[in-house]
């Protein structure tokens, strides 16, 4: 049994899929497998590697390709050493055929060839790599919203630990369990999971669980992969989840099991008393656009303010500049605190005025977190409320200073009829404005692109994609829209509805 940290990301889309596209006419000359590719760039470098991560679909013409064996030799190790996917050898006007030596030491090193046609342009296969990545990104985000609504609506379930372990099962194409720390075996798992994970599996779970151990490893059972990831702070009271599979985990996997870890911590904290979050007022907070009357009370004694009738919504992330303090200690006025996949810290708090909010924003400040606090509304505005408070967000990271609603306000609000408004944005945003994944994707884009100003790296981390993936998209957006994003009237028109659309 092999142990380590979490496998590192596993991105891209499988070079098949390019091969596959009858309008690029790409022909295989060398196959080795089926490799990830993660982008397509194109270079004409002696040495291009000390420019790529791994991964590429890398383009050339050859134009610097060595003439002699040993040179090209030389050449197809440093891409196979970097990591790179295939070679992509476009003919002519340099070479019109592809170097016999090129062919061999592909072959021989096991380095994926292909030849590009003369009509068809590096810049389409770039293209079509480019598209395929964001269809997968695209059903990814579609599989994380499932994943995540089916684990929120079990919660209410009847035994919502078992329900909430066949969700995760079902999402990873996986099994899963949960081992009992001090070898106390399993205390819930699928049907399909193993009985014994292990000879090595007591060493494993002992090693977790300790009050310094690490959070998450890996290990071997039979043909599938194990990931352990342990449930709650400090894990010894609530073990460890195991999930195996064939294949390793990716970004999007790896953020429904971080969801599942922190909904069966919580079912674990339940004692002979009330909960600490119940359930139901969870599912409603998450799911439903008006609680109801019902969750007022509930909501107030858990914030531990009972004469509480209106309530902010508190949105944070680091500041990037020193390590930040994990969110389960930080200086948080409340109990109801949860966290976004990009790891944005989100949190309920009874309106205590400004000035006790500006002090709130002010302490997290050393812990390295820059945080923005919202309007008060009552409990059935929650989700509007956590939409503004989004909004403010992106101001924030771009000021680089904590926000507090009551020192941002919107200068339009006392302009403008607010009834009309979204039918505004809605007419500006065109499919944009449409309730799906694709027309979400693109409004997160366009926003995180203009509170950058237009910059294209600094949006990309916001996101948490390529660049390139940020190019695409905009392009997208003029095209679909119709609009020139280099003139500032359409991005002040185009921030306004953003701003303003209401999204249910």
């Not at 099994?175 to 000879?199: E, H, K, Y």
């Not at 600094?458 to 994003?485: C, F, T």
Request: glycine share 10%.
């Amino acid at each position: 049994m092999e142990r380590g940290e979490e496998p590192g990301e596993v991105e891209g889309i499988a070079l098949g899929v390019v091969l596959a596209r009858r309008d690029l006419d790409l022909r295989p000359v060398v196959a080795s497998g089926d490799p990830r590719v993660t982008w397509a760039v194109s270079s004409e470098l002696a040495d291009p590697t000390p420019y790529l991560r791994g991964g590429e679909l890398l383009l050339t013409a050859g134009s610097d390709l060595p003439a002699d064996a040993a040179g090209v030799r030389a050449y197809v190790s440093a891409l196979v050493e970097t990591g790179v996917a295939a070679l992509g050898f476009g003919v002519t006007p340099v070479h019109d055929l592809v170097p016999a030596h090129l062919v061999e030491q592909c072959h021989r090193q096991g380095l994926p060839l292909i030849e590009v046609p003369r009509p068809t342009p590096f810049a389409a296969v770039g293209r079509a790599v480019a598209e395929a990545l964001e269809e997968v990104r695209l059903r990814d985000l579609r599989r994380l919203g499932e994943a995540h609504r089916d684990m929120a609506r079990a919660i209410s379930a009847p035994d919502p630990g078992d329900r909430i372990l066949r969700v995760l099962a079902s999402a990873l194409r996986a099994w899963a369990l949960v081992l009992a720390p001090g070898g106390g075996g399993a205390v819930r798992a699928t049907p399909d999971a193993p009985s014994d994970p292990g000879p090595e599996a007591a060493e494993l779970l002992d090693r977790l669980t300790a009050p310094a151990g690490p959070r998450s490893a890996k290990s071997r059972l039979g043909d599938a992969e194990v990931f352990w990831h342990t449930v709650g702070t400090p894990p010894r009271e609530h073990g460890v989840l195991l999930v195996g599979r064939p294949e390793p985990l990716g970004v999007t996997d790896r953020a429904v099991l971080r969801t599942a870890t922190a909904l069966l911590d919580l079912i674990a904290r339940t004692t002979p008393g009330p909960p600490p979050v119940p359930g139901a007022l969870v599912a409603a907070l998450l799911l439903d656009d008006d609680p109801g009357a019902g969750a007022a009370p509930l909501l107030a004694d858990l914030v531990g303010a009972p004469d509480a009738i209106r309530y902010r919504v508190l949105r944070a992330v680091p500041d990037g500049r020193t390590r930040p303090t994990p969110p389960a200690r930080l200086p948080l006025p409340t109990p109801v605190v949860g966290a976004l996949p990009d790891g944005t810290v989100r949190a309920v708090l009874a309106d205590r005025g400004a000035a006790e909010h500006r002090a709130d924003l002010d302490a997290l400040v050393p812990h390295g977190w820059i945080a923005v606090i919202g309007d008060p509304v009552s409990p059935g505005a929650l989700v509007g409320a956590d939409r503004r408070a989004g909004a403010l967000m992106a101001r924030a990271r771009t000021v680089g200073a904590p926000i507090l609603w009551e020192e941002d306000a919107d200068p339009f609000a006392s302009l403008v009829d607010a009834s009309g408004t979204d039918a505004f944005a809605r007419r500006v945003l065109g499919p944009l404005a449409e309730d799906d994944d694709t027309a979400r994707t693109l409004r997160r884009t366009l926003r995180a692109w203009l509170t950058r100003h237009g910059g294209w790296d600094r949006a990309a981390a916001d996101l948490g994609v390529h660049r390139n993936s940020v190019r695409y998209r905009i392009g997208r957006i003029e095209r679909e829209l119709g609009v020139d994003l280099a003139d500032p009237e359409q991005r002040m028109r185009l921030w306004f509805a953003l701003t303003r659309l209401s999204e249910g």
